[in-house]
């Protein structure tokens, strides 16, 4: 463990896979519930900033469109038209960014999808997507970044408010008419659905973008990893799951002392902020040999914590698998000889949520469809 300052103050940083564990274990000691947490002030009351049984009525009212029979039956015909639709946009070029042409559109668009947002709306979803992610960041609650969040977060409820009426009506199945067919005592109040929407919208976005841009860049950037994928299945999951261990979408899980503890011998006061290091974790020696080689053959690779751990697990894992595997899939066999371009750089970056700025690759001649 170490001690850090931010903009936002100090905090505790964890970063070993069981004191993680510990941590994300116990969430009476260790919450998110926290009037300073920038997930609540910029969303709202919703599940990743709720706990006990608030947290479970609010998960439990959004879960159904996302479980794993429901993503399989009901998702996957939606994100194949969705990938198909994104990939005939691809115009081979010299050069090409996959984060502007394929996984960020595609993100997008799938959760919007099943949220039941219309695409007359994608454009400002992304303005507003872009000003939630930089107030997320940071743990400043006075900063510009957030104030812009909050305002974004009272756009996006005032349009979607405007919208739930008639997605009920027209669009059977969407997440929102989910949420406003439930009855009592499930049923969410206005702000309650408004504000999960929101914070599905935006992990839909983030963690499936950022899970197929880092998973297309360690592939390659591995050229026997990229080899296994092109010809096999089961390779290409295994070296999704390992990118979500290697290089991880979502840096850090933040938590609230709740109070005085001891972890690993060290004072924690009540109210300090413990970030638990996500991406450290995933590389622990103890746990996982040689943690920073990619490797696809790695027994362990899906005990990563990168989708969280516990009641704050992500509710959007199976999906986000899911357009990753399709995504990626999809474009290895339209062009098998794609390359990252040498004269730019793709690397990860990011020390709240991680992704390459943008994917350049050259895609080759390519397969006639």
Same mark, same amino acid.
């Given at each position: 463990? =170490? ?23 116990? $969430? ?35 879960? $159904?469109?996302? +479980? ?15 990938? +198909? ?7 081979? &070029? ?101 504000? +999960? ?16 841009? &880092? ?64 991406? =450290? ?11 920073? *080689? ?5 027994? &362990? ?37 794609? *390359?990252?371009? $040498?004269? *730019? ?8 949520? *991680?992704? $390459? ?13």
């Amino acid at each position: 463990m =170490a001690r850090a300052r931010s903009a936002g103050g100090e905090m505790w940083l964890v970063t070993r896979r069981d004191d993680v564990l510990a941590v994300l274990r116990d $969430p009476e000691t260790f919450s998110t519930d926290h009037p300073a947490s920038p997930i609540k002030a910029t969303f709202g009351a919703q599940m990743l900033s709720a706990e006990g049984e608030s947290q479970r009525r609010f998960k439990s009212a959004c879960a $159904p469109p996302f +479980n794993r029979r429901a993503v399989e039956v009901d998702a996957a015909p939606i994100v194949r038209a969705r990938v +198909n639709e994104r990939l005939a946009a691809i115009v081979p &070029n010299e050069v090409v960014d996959l984060r502007a042409t394929a996984a960020g559109p595609l993100a997008l668009t799938v959760v919007a999808d099943i949220i039941g947002i219309p695409d007359d709306m994608h454009g400002k979803i992304r303005e507003w997507y872009d000003t939630f992610a930089a107030s997320l960041a940071t743990h400043d609650h006075y900063s510009i970044a957030r104030k812009r969040g909050r305002n974004s977060a009272a756009a996006f409820r005032h349009a979607i408010a405007q919208l739930i009426a008639p997605i009920c009506e027209e669009a059977q199945g969407s997440l929102i008419s989910h949420l406003a067919s439930l009855a009592p005592p499930s049923r969410l109040s206005d702000a309650e659905l408004l504000s +999960n929407t929101l914070i599905v919208l935006f992990g839909g976005i983030e963690t499936t973008e950022a899970a197929i841009l &880092n998973a297309m860049w360690a592939l390659l950037t591995h050229d026997e990893a990229r080899a296994a994928a092109l010809k096999d299945d089961q390779a290409l999951d295994a070296g999704i799951e390992e990118s979500l261990r290697w290089e991880p979408a979502v840096q850090t899980c933040t938590r609230y002392a709740t109070r005085a503890v001891t972890l690993r011998g060290v004072p924690i006061g009540e109210g300090e902020i413990v970030q638990c290091m996500i991406g =450290a974790a995933n590389r622990d020696p103890d746990y996982f040999v040689d943690p920073d *080689r990619f490797d696809i053959a790695r027994a &362990n690779a899906g005990d990563h914590l990168s989708f969280g751990f516990g009641r704050h697990y992500c509710l959007g894992a199976a999906l986000a698998r899911l357009e990753a595997r399709l995504v990626i899939r999809g474009l290895l066999d339209r062009w098998p000889e794609v *390359r990252l371009d $040498p004269t *730019r750089d793709s690397t990860p970056r990011g020390h709240e949520f *991680r992704k $390459p700025p943008a994917l350049w690759v050259t895609l080759g001649n390519g397969r006639s469809q």
